[in-house]
């Protein structure tokens, strides 16, 4: 009878060991997991645009849509004239379709302008040449001599785009995990610890902004990381 007892209390007594030695690994575990340092990794790059795309906007009048056609088939004459002299191709220029105005619609009489019809016609250039676009540019006031009426803010329409992040992707991400382990580095060391394996990790968007307002050909690509890192 005594054995009998005694074999039930043994396998119960093992038991509550077993159980609080896995009791005791997971309450270490999860303070060792709950001792983490979140830090931040700032991965930054200036590049060249390679891809400029500039609208060449132009107003037109006239007193017929005959005379209308005309006007537009000058000016972009002499937009294209403009534009090959510096080097681009029929390829980069494109044609936009013209937005006309019929302004005899909401006037009569004496109210009604000498030329009825008014025009917004414009071309878009297109092109890899960053640098001649921005020649361009600047001298593009010589269509204004030529009688082409370029609509207001003209020069603010020219975009400069780097097409390039996929290439450059890989390598700032490294940037940005090797700047957060310098981060975690030195907290661990000003805290007297160890830094341990990832905890967890997230990436942040890429942004692609101009430097400065003078030199929109000049891009600066910023990324951040953020990760934790498992004290030790």
């Known amino acids: 009878m005594n054995n009998d007892r005694w074999i039930p209390a043994a396998v119960i007594a093992i038991g509550l060991v077993l159980a609080s030695i896995v009791i005791g690994g997971a309450v270490r575990d999860f303070r060792i997991s709950d001792r983490y340092v979140e830090v931040k990794g700032l991965a930054e790059r200036e590049v060249a645009a390679d891809l400029a795309i500039w609208p060449i906007n132009y107003q037109l009048a006239a007193s017929s849509l005959d005379g209308l056609r005309l006007a537009m088939d000058q000016a972009d004459e002499s937009v294209i ?22 302004q005899w619609i909401h006037a009569s009489g004496s109210q009604r302008p000498a030329n009825r019809y008014t025009a917004e016609r414009g071309l878009t250039l297109k092109t890899d040449r960053v640098e001649a676009t921005r020649s361009a540019l600047q001298d593009a006031a010589e269509l204004v001599g030529q009688g082409v009426v370029l609509t207001p803010g003209w020069g603010q329409a020219a975009q400069f785009l780097f097409t390039g992040l996929e290439d450059i992707k890989p390598e700032m991400i490294a940037e940005a995990t090797a700047d957060a382990r310098r981060a975690a580095d030195q907290f661990a060391a000003d805290s007297d610890a160890g830094i341990g394996p990832i905890r967890s990790a997230r990436q942040g968007f890429f942004s692609i902004n101009e430097r400065d307002p003078s030199t929109p050909e000049v891009k600066v690509v910023r990324v951040v990381t953020t990760i934790e890192y498992i004290l030790d």
């Open 81 to 102: 004239a403009f534009l090959k002299l510096r080097g681009f191709s029929d390829d980069e220029i494109t044609r936009n379709p013209p937005r006309i105005n019929d």
